[in-house]
């Protein structure tokens, strides 16, 4: 068994540290208040290469493997869970199911702009009654001719408005149910795809949210994304390994909350001495890190386990769980170090803790990770 | 063009420096970088490569085995290879690592050498000129401007109250100042293709030198610490009085007006 990080995986670490510290922190705060992300740093982003971490080189991705893609969320996250989860949604849930289920064209007609970072991507599965019962999506696509024609509407969607390709989870045959759904790629600026409501958010306010609304959107035969029948289960494969990117996403929430505190609790002093030296504090401390080292292996293993080819589903399930429960914990108990500044806007960790909280809610909730767990257990 | 870049490995800037029981700098534990006045040697080669079209970017450093870090990193942004010499558990000052450098120097092909005009750790920024010094080249010291045609370089250098445009015959010597240019992130495909870039490692006798020749000139006999930065002082009251009372202490206390 071996715990060390590889040489490319301490760098990527370093490297996207840097990156995110100098270029991305300034910025979180602002882009927070304005509900408004500040896409020169995407830019950024995609001449580094991070837009496609996880993909092959002939696909103009980075050629890096799972733990590399979740160091570089987790790092991006610490300062900034919008630009996380920016990168997340991109990479695991558009970019992978093209990757994963595309054929050739589709690769090099998609992927290669996505992974190169030329073009955004996003996933388009929630709708107004279809949440956790992902399967009973209502969004129909009726073939006609060499075209299937969309009706319906999806809500939630990350980077809704501001991506170029969406990956649409929509019902082909609604008398099989979950059996008779479709992934389907879409382009921003077919006619019949429009955008509805943005969301105001309580956190990642940065991370546009919009409703997706098809009326008679004609999408090409050929836009079909793996089998007509498996829309579901493309779905549900996207999300194994968009809970990695999530998990790591309120992995790094945690630690920069946490980085944050300790710092605080340094300098802060209260009857005569830094808070640091009560024990009340440290033991708080000593939980925060604690339980942020136990959500970082769970995290990492499941990453490695995706790159070994193994089974992950279980494992990604638990990540997202534990991380993200440890995210809501860990900036919980940041703010109550920082004390009565933590809960103003002059600090990070107010934004970290409205951050976290999503990190519980999307790409399945934790009742969703538990059943996911369970049903892996008694299957 | 073959371009050489002289790095160093120093401590984070944000590290915090403690002095051990014999009172030597602490170095357990401390995070360690590229230099930064290196790295923007490091981007300036680059940048020299990539408009010139062609060329090599050779980056050496003298340091111990975890110096390859930092190395690493220069070929992550894109320098093609990498040498370290090691020279093993002994002291080094200005005159020793200058010496090392200019000796594997002397035995590599060069148009133009590069480094960082000082290290932010020790700060004597002695090195770059030593080497030229010894490889018997010009050396032209913190320059923020760079311009190679022709077996020439055009630098531009600052001075005191201004800035200076020097040109020189190459192959030289020219070291960084700060705004020279903006130092690259490596790229994610850079990290990937730098562990298959060659990185030679060479002890002190494969260098063609022995402990002897490079002892130190000079020794550190004592290191100290900077007094604590002490509290900042409130000043309470009415604005036009607090001023005054500001005025007053900067002039009979601070005595800096
Ligand atoms: C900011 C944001 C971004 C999002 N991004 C995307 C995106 O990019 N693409 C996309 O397709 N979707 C996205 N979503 C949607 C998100 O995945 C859903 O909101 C989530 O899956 C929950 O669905 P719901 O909101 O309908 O809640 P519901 O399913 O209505 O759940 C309500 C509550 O009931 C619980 N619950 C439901 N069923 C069960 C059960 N069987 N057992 C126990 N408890 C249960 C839930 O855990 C929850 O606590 C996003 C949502 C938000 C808020």
Not at chain 1, 84 to 91: D, E, K, Q, R, W
Request: proline share 4%.
């Amino acid at each position: 068994m071996e715990f060390k990080l590889s040489e490319e995986q301490e760098m990527i670490r370093k490297t996207v540290r840097d990156f995110a510290e100098s270029e991305v922190a300034p910025k979180a705060g602002p882009m927070d208040e304005a509900e408004e992300y500040d896409y020169t740093l995407w830019d950024k982003m995609a001449e580094m290469g991070l837009t496609g971490i996880p993909f092959p080189e002939e696909y103009e991705g980075a050629g890096m493997d799972n733990v590399c893609y979740a160091i570089a969320v987790e790092e991006l996250s610490r300062v900034c869970a919008s630009t996380g989860v920016l990168i997340s949604a991109h990479t695991s849930l558009c970019a992978w199911p093209i990757y994963a289920f595309g054929t050739e064209e589709q690769k090099q007609k998609y992927l290669v702009p996505l992974a190169s970072g030329k073009k955004i991507g996003a996933l388009g599965l929630t709708e107004p009654s279809a949440g956790s019962d992902a399967g009973s999506v209502k969004t129909s696509a009726v073939l006609d001719g060499d075209e299937y024609v969309l009706n319906g509407s999806k809500i939630f969607i990350t980077n809704g408005e501001k991506a170029d390709i969406y990956v649409i989870i929509a019902s082909t045959d609604k008398t099989k149910g979950h059996r008779g759904t479709a992934a389907f790629i879409v382009e921003k600026g077919t006619p019949g795809f429009t955008f509805g409501k943005k969301e105001h958010k309580m956190g990642i306010r940065a991370s546009s949210t919009y409703e997706l609304v098809f009326e008679n959107c004609r999408v090409p035969r050929e836009n079909l994304l793996g089998e007509d029948g498996k829309g579901f289960k493309i779905a549900l494969m996207t999300l194994d390994g968009g809970r990695i990117g999530i998990a790591a996403q309120a992995l790094g929430i945690a630690q920069g909350a946490f980085d944050e505190a300790l710092k605080y609790s340094k300098v802060r002093e209260q009857f005569g001495k830094p808070i640091s030296s009560f024990q009340g504090l440290q033991w708080m401390l000593a939980d925060m890190a604690t339980r942020i080292e136990a959500a970082r292996l769970l995290v990492y293993k499941a990453a490695y386990l995706k790159d070994q080819g193994e089974p992950y589903s279980k494992e990604s399930a638990m990540a997202k769980l534990f991380a993200s429960e440890c995210a809501m914990w860990v900036t919980t108990k940041a703010v109550q170090i920082f004390g009565g500044y933590g809960y103003t806007r002059e600090y990070p960790v107010e934004r970290m803790m409205r951050d976290a909280k999503i990190t519980e809610i999307y790409e399945g909730t934790s009742e969703v990770q538990r059943i996911v767990i369970a049903a892996n257990l008694l299957k | 063009m073959k371009i050489l870049v002289c790095l160093k490995q120093t401590f984070d800037t944000e590290a915090k420096i403690v002095l051990d029981e014999n009172g030597k700098i602490e170095r357990q534990g401390v995070s360690l970088i590229m230099n930064p006045y290196d790295e923007f040697a490091v981007e300036e080669a680059l940048r020299l490569k990539e408009n010139q079209g062609e060329g090599e970017v050779t980056v050496i450093s003298v340091g111990g085995q975890q110096t390859q870090d930092a190395l690493r990193q220069a070929l992550a942004m894109g320098a093609d290879k990498a040498v370290l010499v090691d020279p093993g558990d002994v002291e080094l000052d200005e005159y020793s690592t200058a010496t090392i450098l200019a000796k594997v120097i002397s035995g590599m092909e060069y148009d133009i050498i590069l480094g960082g005009f000082r290290a932010i750790d020790d700060g004597s920024a002695q090195v770059a000129g030593r080497v030229a010094e010894i490889l018997n080249i010009p050396v032209v010291n913190m320059i923020t401007k760079l311009e190679v045609a022709d077996g020439k370089a055009v630098a531009t250098r600052e001075i005191e109250g201004g800035s200076e445009v020097v040109e020189v015959p190459l192959p030289a010597v020219l070291t960084a100042q700060k705004g020279l240019n903006e130092p690259r992130y490596p790229s994610m495909k850079g990290i990937m293709k730098a562990k298959k870039k060659p990185m030679q490692k060479m002890t002190l006798a494969d260098v063609g030198l022995e402990e002897g020749q490079i002892a130190p000139k000079v020794k550190a006999i004592s290191f100290s610490l900077p007094e604590p930065r002490k509290a900042g002082k409130i000043i309470p009251g009415e604005p036009a009085e607090a001023a005054r009372e500001l005025a007053r202490l900067l002039r009979e206390e601070a005595k800096v007006v």
